[in-house]
């Protein structure tokens, strides 16, 4: 039952040009989505987060935006640089059965100089 | 503020052996999680704690695994005996009261059971 899904395993974009990563969700129940960054060898860092009554949360490169008709959120990366390039993934938080976060299975992003 | 600390950062076992992961959250944060992240898939919750009682538990494998939470601040994930399907990378997060601000993950433990 994968209730977030990131349907792109990889993006590959060109220095300085626009990252655009998506991710769908099933449970119109979720409260808020974030994303998280990782690097090999780490654990993920959160990036950015965004409640289910807001459409588009914005910090510095990083907006992120929700389509909740469509259960559907982008995280845009503008301008892509080489240090974006890690794994993405999407999480949903929200009381589904008891409060939970599930994270898709995440996209990897490489940036090319 | 110091991060999140996991050890250790990696282990190698066979199966049927026993192991157990430690994890040290960041001061003063409530909750604790551990996760389970299987090459190519997200994190899955293992189980949560609020302080040192149980929230979640739904995704533990009772039968093998375990976890305790002693005085509310470091957290033990133990395993026995393995599987060869329990080779993953074990992660602690830890956050203050509410997720919107997202968790502190630790590097995580990587088991791999031969």
């Known amino acids: 039952d994968q209730q977030v899904k990131q349907n792109s395993p990889s993006l590959s974009v060109q220095e300085g040009r626009i990252s655009i990563l998506n991710c769908d969700y099933t449970?119109?129940?979720?409260?808020?989505f974030l994303w998280y960054k990782k690097y090999p060898a780490e654990g993920p860092t959160f990036l950015i987060s965004?409640?289910?009554?807001?459409d588009k949360n914005e910090d510095g490169r990083f907006t992120v935006f929700l389509n909740k008709s469509a259960k559907h959120l982008s995280l845009h990366i503008v301008p892509s640089q080489p240090g974006d390039s890690a794994v993405y993934f999407c999480?949903?938080?929200?009381?589904?059965?008891?409060?939970?976060?599930?994270f898709g299975a995440g996209t990897r992003l490489f940036v090319k100089a | 503020e110091a991060g999140v600390a996991q050890s250790p950062r990696y282990k190698i076992i066979e199966k049927r052996q026993s192991v157990a992961f430690w994890c040290n959250p960041i001061?003063?944060?409530?909750?604790l999680y551990w996760y389970q992240q299987i090459l190519g898939q997200g994190p899955k919750l293992l189980i949560q704690?609020?302080?040192?009682?149980?929230?979640?538990d739904s995704q533990l494998p009772k039968d093998r695994f375990s976890a305790e939470r002693l005085k509310g601040v470091d957290s033990t994930l133990k395993i026995q005996p393995a599987k060869l399907e329990d080779s993953a990378v074990y992660l602690c997060?830890?956050?203050?009261?509410?997720?919107?601000?997202?968790?502190?993950f630790g590097s995580g433990t990587r088991l791999t059971v031969v």
């Open positions: 997060a830890s956050s203050s009261i509410g997720g919107y601000y997202g968790y502190t």
């Open positions: 449970n119109s129940m979720f409260d808020y």
């Open positions: 965004i409640s289910s009554i807001k």
């Open positions: 999480a949903a938080s929200g009381n589904t059965g008891g409060f939970k976060t599930i």
């Open positions: 001061s003063g944060h409530a909750t």
């Open positions: 704690f609020q302080n040192n009682g149980v929230v979640d």
